[in-house]
């Protein structure tokens, strides 16, 4: 990149750097002038739409040597909210760090379906495997008279959930540390909510970023990538109230197994919903005696 430090000119260098990235993640490329303009106003603190708007500003040597380490990181494959320390969910502004799965859009449909599955303002919401707090604190957020619930194995995760429960002021939500149901004995809910790991570990993309820097435990089950699916369903009914739901995200071509998965083990209303991809990417379901695929 240029040695001139205007904020212009260092950003016309930082798109060339990473358009010309050669990490395995093509999303670098693809999202250059996004990335880098996010990049430069994290780094100096600024509205990036100001930054657009004044390329004349000049950028000083401490902050250039700052971003220029940034865009490096970025060409190599890290995920941008690592480097900003921050992700936008729902409504939610989240802190996130290499300790969790950085929370993507698709999640967001997990959120949709348990409002509009339960309108009333009283209920019990367990999010499974929280990670940053992504689904617990949305959740708590648009309905305040219900008791959220969340859970991860990782002690690290749940330091990041609950920083980002004090800083929301979403102090309401409970946070306990266990794998899947075991924080939950003896206790149901009117929701329970799961983003797992479902990617098996053979998959090539784990090996390349951005999946090859986020946590493998929040990512992976091991060989069998729907291990912890079934976990989840055949747990779940112990956990439910009568008329509760079971909420599950998972990869784009398991929905047919997982809703055959459900069917087995009792549940009704068994269905699937489609990302803005249009791939199959959660499945809901009602406790009961009879479902269908």
Not at 18 to 32: C, F, H, I, K, T
Not at 85 to 92: A, V
Not at 194 to 217: F, G, Q, R, S, T
Request: net charge neutral; with cysteine; aromatic share 4%.
């Amino acid at each position: 990149m240029s040695s001139v430090t205007n904020v212009g000119t260092v950003l016309a260098g930082a798109v060339r750097r990473l358009e010309s990235a050669s990490a395995a993640d093509p999303g670098v490329g693809a999202r250059a002038d996004l990335d880098a303009g996010v990049l430069l106003a994290h780094v100096l603190g600024s509205p990036r739409a100001r930054l657009i708007a004044h390329p004349e500003l000049t950028v000083d040597a401490a902050a250039l040597a700052r971003y220029r380490s940034l865009i490096e990181r970025r060409a190599a494959g890290e995920p941008l909210a690592y480097l900003t320390g921050w992700r936008d969910f729902w409504s939610l502004r989240l802190a996130v760090s290499p300790a969790v799965l950085v929370p993507r859009p698709e999640t967001e449909l997990l959120v949709e379906r348990a409002l509009a599955l339960r309108t009333l303002p009283g209920g019990r919401a367990a999010d499974l495997g929280t990670g940053s707090g992504a689904i617990a604190l949305s959740l708590a957020s648009e309905r305040p008279g219900w008791k959220v619930i969340a859970t991860d194995v990782s002690s690290a995760a749940l330091a990041v959930a609950r920083t980002n429960a004090a800083a929301l002021s979403l102090a309401r939500v409970e946070f306990r540390q266990g794998s899947w149901y075991e924080p939950l004995v003896g206790e149901r809910y009117d929701l329970l909510l799961c983003n797992p790991p479902y990617v098996a570990a053979d998959d090539p993309a784990l090996k390349h970023p951005p999946l090859a820097l986020e946590p493998p435990v929040a990512l992976t089950p091991g060989a069998d990538a729907l291990e912890c699916l079934r976990i989840l369903i055949r747990g779940a009914q112990t956990h439910l109230e009568a008329d509760g739901w079971l909420l599950l995200e998972h990869g784009a071509g398991q929905g047919c197994e997982v809703r055959r998965e459900l069917v087995a083990t009792g549940f009704r209303s068994v269905r699937s919903h489609r990302d803005l991809a249009g791939h199959e990417r959660m499945t809901e379901a009602q406790k009961g005696q009879n479902g269908h695929i």
